[in-house]
């Protein structure tokens, strides 16, 4: 799921890509931000929709993903997608598996803005001209009973060797 998100940081024209591992036992949580050519709420909404993007529809050579389900599928608890164009405002929409399941019609609707308490996450895009952060939280999946600062530390470590095989010609300026 991560790389699939420095992927699109890539084709958003990112220089810089930021991935951070936070630690803070079941309230931990993981974001990426790069400052890229962002989306405003439209290119967002469409980015947060599961499945927009059809397999057959051409596509820019500097497009890495196809399908539209990488970042959404692959990363679904809590996600929470946040950007801003230059010169534009931020824009937020988030998925949240815990209120679809509490939702008594059953959609799956997406959220705007941050989780409640997660809004201080999202400062570092203030500071960017353009450029998107997404936030995963409530890592059911990755902290689990008995998991420690350890594990997510390896984790980390994991997650940074494997890119580093997968974006070394980037890394390394070629």
């Known amino acids: ?22 630690w803070d ?8 931000l790069d400052d890229g050519r962002g989306m405003n709420d439209p290119e967002l909404e469409a980015a947060m929709t599961l499945g927009t993007i059809n ?3 051409k596509r820019a050579t500097t497009d890495l993903g196809r399908f539209g389900l990488g970042l959404k599928t692959a990363s679904f608890s809590s996600l929470t997608v946040a950007s801003k164009r230059e010169g534009h405002k931020i824009v937020c929409l988030r998925w949240d598996l815990d209120a679809i399941a509490s939702d008594p019609e059953g959609g799956w609707r997406m959220l705007e803005g941050p989780a409640t308490g997660s809004e201080r996450f999202l400062k570092p895009l203030v500071a960017l001209r353009s450029g ?17 600062l350890s594990h997510f530390s390896e984790l980390a470590d994991d997650v940074e060797s494997r890119h580093a095989m997968i974006f070394h010609r980037l890394i390394e300026g070629s």
């Open 1 to 22: 799921a991560l790389a699939d998100v420095v992927d699109n940081s890539i084709s958003a024209g990112a220089f810089e890509v930021r991935l951070r591992f936070d």
């Open 25 to 32: 036992g079941f309230d931990s949580r993981i974001s990426i």
């Open 55 to 57: 397999p057959l529809d």
């Open 132 to 148: 998107t952060l997404v936030l995963w939280e409530k890592l059911d999946r990755v902290v689990t009973p008995g998991s420690n």
